[in-house]
């Protein structure tokens, strides 16, 4: 029963909505509101059953709740899927869409995620406020999100290895917004940076303009190197790579790095750092929640800053604990939400 599944992962809300004239099927998910609007990006997939859909949405907006409490922003977690073809996408369903989530009256803020795209959002911004990401907001949060996932690398390696950005050595998986974004600025203080990309014809022309070393994808994780930076996919640390990383750090910007949570132990148990993804990447929400409250690209830029810091401190703790940042970053999170239930709560 949806019900069920709805307690059992803590919800708040879960709409479904339905517009036959459109075609439009929907589930939007409002995992929690205790720190502010839900707010997390509307994906389009062909999803094979409902079920597939609905666990997607519960999975996904959950994981949105602790992304905004852990970067200390006063924002709840959302998420929504269409159900259909992306092919099939049309302006109509948008506009119904965007009524759709109109209803729900500011309680949850959408925004880009799979299939859509600047252009669907400023359809359903025709019909709503409650959406953030649009033309004529701060633009493409990814400049934000890469300056985030720098910082993260510069004090991450400041923790553990005591050496500033210019004595790294920092392998680069995926050179898309964020890795190039990454690259540049390592490249600016002086870092060793070596890239990696599926789509050789951009990895030749990235390496000939940057003139940095190439390796390929399969080679990727045995490369030597201080830093290894995931920028691609998720997915990516698991049974299989983990035991071949020949680095001292994982801190990139790709979200869901990790197959499974307990592979966070297992890189610890190597003696490797790992910068929580959903920690160090937060620049691009950051960037939407800054574009909400009405803020600058500037103001965005300064909150993203702040990565590096909450990275140390999430260490300490978790040095502190005997446990892992990524567990560090879930207590840090739940405490938040603990304070937002209970203000006069006292933190652990
Ligand atoms: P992008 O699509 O611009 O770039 C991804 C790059 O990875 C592409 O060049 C692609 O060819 C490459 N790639 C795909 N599979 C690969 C593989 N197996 N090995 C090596 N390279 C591979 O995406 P992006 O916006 O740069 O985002 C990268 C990651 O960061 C994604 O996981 C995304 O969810 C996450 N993220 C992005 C933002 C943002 O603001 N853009 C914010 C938070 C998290």
């Given amino acids: 029963m949806v019900l069920d599944r709805m307690t059992d992962y803590g919800h708040e809300a879960v709409t479904y909505v339905s517009d036959p004239e459109t075609g439009l099927q929907a589930i939007v998910a409002v995992h929690d509101t205790t720190l502010g609007p839900a707010l997390g990006g509307t994906r389009m997939l062909p999803y094979d059953t409902e079920a597939d859909a609905l666990q997607d949405v519960l999975r996904l907006s959950k994981a949105m709740t602790y992304k905004a409490a852990a970067a200390d922003l006063d924002l709840g977690g959302g998420k929504a899927v269409i159900v259909g073809d992306p092919e099939q996408k049309t302006a109509e369903m948008m506009a119904a869409y965007g009524q759709a989530v109109d209803a729900l009256g500011g309680r949850y803020i959408t925004s880009v995620d799979i299939n859509t795209g600047v252009e669907d959002l400023d359809v359903i911004a025709d019909h709503t406020d409650h959406v953030v990401g649009v033309s004529d907001g701060l633009g493409d949060p990814s400049p934000v999100t890469a300056y985030g996932v720098f910082r993260g690398v510069e004090e991450t390696a400041r923790y553990e ?24 600025r390592l490249l600016e203080r002086g870092a060793d940076v070596t890239v990696s990309d599926v789509d050789t014809d951009q ?24 830093v290894f930076a995931p920028c691609a996919i998720g997915g990516v640390l698991n049974d299989d ?43 691009g929400l950051i960037t939407v929640h800054t574009e909400h409250v009405d803020g600058t690209i500037e103001d965005a830029f300064e909150k993203a800053d702040a990565i590096g810091d909450r990275l140390i401190e999430l260490y300490e703790r978790a040095d502190d604990r005997g446990v892992t940042p990524l567990q560090a970053a879930r207590e840090y999170a739940e405490e938040r939400l603990e304070r937002g239930r209970d203000p006069l709560a006292t933190p652990a």
């Fill in 161 to 184: 290895l005591d050496r500033p950005v210019s004595e790294l050595s920092v392998t680069i998986q995926g050179i898309g917004k964020v890795g190039t974004g990454l690259a540049e």
């Fill in 241 to 283: 790579t983990i035991p071949q990383l020949n680095c001292e750090i994982v801190a990139g910007g790709a979200n869901n790095v990790l197959k499974r949570r307990d592979h966070a132990e297992m890189l610890q148990d190597r003696g490797i750092r790992y910068a929580p993804d959903y920690v160090i990447n937060a620049g």
């Fill in 203 to 226: 990895l030749e022309s990235f390496a000939d303009e940057y003139g940095v070393a190439t390796v390929a994808p399969e080679d990727v994780y045995a490369e030597p190197c201080d």
